[in-house]
């Protein structure tokens, strides 16, 4: 179990290299969707900050929608199921919709989303998902659109938390039961 540090995680994505990436990420969903008018639905509550910065940065007119779902619930190993709260309300019948996520860690929850998403009628449903742990996915999940590919660590910050705790850090940083380093402009290759 991960104890909750007082110091900051080290860095495992600085902020700087995060913006860059969600600028590339952004015009990937610009050409994907050129001419057309897509649904984002941010997964929250960990996608919230990487679906605000993706969106200030589209050219391409879009909607936003949210839908909480998650597997993780209060520690730091999945659970075996998914809850999904708020689908059933989302506008998505006969849309394009870009599915926005955190993190790609199972694949579980982003598997569990895009079916429900297409039984909801939606008329194309693309993922975009901004960290993919390196690692055996039990789900065959392959992500449309992907930033960045991590080790197979506990990722908190830019909106991603544990218990609660680091969804504010402005960069990507890994829970360890070392004390943090700071962060700097190093990151692993992508």
């Known amino acids: 179990m991960l104890a909750v540090a007082a110091q900051n995680p080290s860095c495992v994505l600085s902020q700087r290299r995060v913006a860059a990436r969600?600028?590339?990420?952004?015009r990937e969903v610009d050409d994907r969707f050129g001419g057309r008018r897509p649904l984002l639905i941010g997964v929250l509550t960990g996608a919230y900050v990487f679906l605000a910065d993706l969106s200030r940065q589209l050219r391409t007119p879009h909607d936003i929608a949210f839908v909480r779902a998650?597997?993780?619930?209060?520690?730091?190993?999945?659970?075996?199921?998914?809850?999904?709260?708020?689908?059933?309300?989302?506008?998505?019948?006969?849309r394009d919709v870009l599915l926005v996520e955190d993190v790609l860690d199972t694949g579980h929850t982003l598997d569990v989303l895009l079916a429900a998403l297409r039984d909801c009628g939606a008329r194309s449903v693309t993922s975009c998902v901004l960290v993919v742990k390196d690692r055996p996915h039990p789900y065959p999940i392959v992500p449309d659109i992907a930033g960045f590919v991590v080790p197979r660590v506990f990722v908190v910050g830019y909106g991603i938390d544990y218990r609660g705790a680091w969804r504010h850090l402005p960069y990507i940083g890994c829970v360890d039961p070392e004390p943090g380093e700071p962060c700097t402009d190093q990151a692993p290759p992508e």
Do not use: N
């Open 22 to 26: 969600v600028t590339t990420l952004a």
């Open 70 to 94: 998650g597997s993780y619930r209060d520690g730091a190993v999945p659970a075996p199921d998914v809850a999904v709260d708020g689908l059933g309300t989302l506008p998505v019948r006969g």
